[in-house]
């Protein structure tokens, strides 16, 4: 049975001290994992992305795939001073656990968590709102791919130049073990956003998402997803980010430059 529990999380009013630093993404990770005991297949993977065209695009990408096709992904925002994490398990976790796990680790003066069941949802397309969301996320359910190893890295390598997105790393796929794997896992990381493809070898069952800083072209993503994979395919639309422009503003770099100095009005 592939992971069905996703938990989105978009936070704002971030310190660049911490999402800044490769070490305190990795620990994230780490200690994330163990404390919702969602045994890591793999070392945490770290892309730090700093020579974008868009200065405020910097940050760090990073994920930790784990067992039965889940993960974890983070992409920081110093500039913007803001995050989103990805939290995919096959277990229910109590929000208000999640929110302290990861409060206590990266602060965030804004913090907006959402749980979705992949098998019982229904997205709305009509509530994205490009001017003011941040990106959207497609979370698509893919029944009897019939795909391999070799076929979701080539899917991975091969997908974003199609929906106009950017890589930064190669594809890493991945078996959940050595002996009897139950799933294959992979993530393709892109600017500030990932791929992901997660493959129950038994149930015959694919999880894929897509996730964008920048929104795509909805009718673009359906059509290669069919062609892909058949009409056997579900596909739901989310924006994450609201209100992303007015928080970016508010929390901008001139604007903490500011704040760090107002000691210095009591000289």
């Not at 070392?43 to 990408?61: E, K, M, N, T």
């Not at 277990?91 to 098998?119: H, M, P, W």
């Not at 964008?212 to 892909?228: K, M, P, Q, R």
Request: with cysteine; glycine share 2%; net charge negative.
């Amino acid at each position: 049975m592939p992971a069905y529990f996703h938990y989105t999380i978009d936070a704002y009013g971030c310190l660049s001290q911490q999402t800044n630093k490769l070490m305190v993404i990795n620990d994230f990770l780490v200690t994330t994992a163990t404390e919702l005991d969602m045994q890591p297949v793999m070392p945490p993977f770290l892309v730090p992305y700093y020579y974008c065209d868009d200065a405020q695009d910097v940050g760090i990408s990073a994920f930790c795939i784990c067992a039965d096709g889940s993960h974890i992904t983070i992409h920081t925002f110093p500039e913007r001073s803001c995050y989103f994490i990805d939290i995919l398990t096959n277990s229910f976790l109590e929000e208000a656990k999640v929110k302290d796990l990861v409060c206590k680790q990266l602060y965030a003066g804004n913090f907006s968590i959402q749980t979705l069941d992949r098998r019982d949802f229904a997205s709305d397309p009509s509530a994205v709102d490009t001017q003011n969301d941040f990106g959207p996320h497609f979370m698509i359910t893919v029944n009897n791919p019939k795909t391999s190893f070799e076929a979701i890295y080539k899917w991975l390598e091969t997908i974003a130049p199609k929906i106009n997105m950017n890589p930064i790393s190669r594809p890493y796929v991945i078996y959940d073990r050595v002996e009897d794997p139950q799933t294959i896992s992979g993530i393709l990381v892109v600017a500030q956003s990932h791929i992901a493809f997660h493959y129950c070898i038994e149930d015959d069952v694919a999880n894929i998402d897509i996730f964008s800083c920048s929104f795509l072209d909805l009718d673009v993503i359906e059509a290669i997803i069919h062609e892909d994979f058949g009409m056997d395919a579900r596909i739901d639309l989310f924006a994450r980010g609201s209100k992303h422009r007015y928080e970016c503003q508010h929390y901008s770099r001139q604007t903490r430059i500011e704040k760090n100095k107002t000691w210095q009005k009591n000289l």
